[in-house]
């Protein structure tokens, strides 16, 4: 079983919705919760950074963390066209000295 | 300023070539990672650095892949007789310590044929 499983997707939407994209982890020890967007043949760049159980609101980008349940997820208000990507969610310790654990993506697709 | 700065970007190598790989990262970043994606997959750990030790090598898939990093910034992803398997994005990243959260390169595809 991997540490951290991801919605596979692919995942197609109407420009203006929301937009939930989750994953859950195994690892207890997991502290750090990370959410990064990649565009195709590009490398993907980090988009929310959270630490332990909560919620973190950016723009039209909210991570939640609920550590109880081990469920991460990441919601999008508004989706545009230019949010189509694949979104990775990312874990990791505070002993593996930064070592990320990454799932393995969700492809969206926003239609104009 | 700059990010994290990948070389070649495209690189095709017959089976059992070696092949090296090319990570400039952020200036002034300490920590440098390296990470395999195969195709629709997840990033894969391969190796860590913190300055010029790799205190985390456990995701080297074999000892045919071996990485160094001098002078506490460039780092050197080798692959010796490479395998079709071995197919895939090669993607570098750095932060700023180790706690910090990572800043990837665009990466090189490697095609084996």
């Known amino acids: 079983q991997k540490e951290v499983e991801q919605d596979p997707g692919p995942l197609s939407v109407p420009e203006g919705a929301i937009v939930s994209l989750n994953c859950t982890y195994s690892?207890?020890?997991?502290?750090?919760f990370m959410w990064y967007r990649q565009y195709s043949r590009k490398g993907p760049e980090l988009l929310m950074y959270?630490?332990?159980?909560g919620n973190k609101e950016d723009g039209r980008f909210t991570a939640q963390v609920d550590k109880s349940s081990k469920y991460i997820s990441l919601f999008i208000r508004d989706s545009q066209p230019s949010d189509s990507a694949t979104y990775l969610c990312?874990?990791?310790?505070?002993?593996?000295?930064?070592?990320?654990?990454f799932g393995d993506g969700t492809t969206l697709t926003v239609k104009p | 300023g700059a990010g994290v700065s990948q070389s070649p970007s495209n690189k095709v190598t017959e089976k059992g070539k070696d092949v090296e790989l090319r990570c400039d990262p952020i200036?002034?970043?300490?920590?440098l990672y390296w990470y395999r994606q195969s195709l629709g997959q997840g990033l894969e750990f391969l190796i860590y650095?913190?300055?010029?030790?790799?205190?985390?090598k456990s995701g080297l898939p074999s000892d045919r892949f071996s990485a160094e990093r001098t002078g506490g910034s460039v780092s050197t992803l080798t692959i010796q007789r490479t395998q079709q398997e071995d197919s895939a994005v090669y993607l570098c990243?750095?932060?700023?310590?180790?706690?910090?959260?990572?800043?990837f390169g665009n990466g090189t595809r490697l095609t084996v044929t």
């Open positions: 990312a874990t990791r310790g505070d002993t593996n000295a930064g070592k990320s654990t």
């Open positions: 690892n207890s020890a997991f502290q750090y």
């Open positions: 959270t630490y332990s159980s």
């Open positions: 200036s002034g970043h300490t920590a």
């Open positions: 650095f913190q300055g010029n030790s790799a205190p985390d």
């Open positions: 990243a750095s932060s700023s310590r180790s706690a910090s959260p990572l800043h």
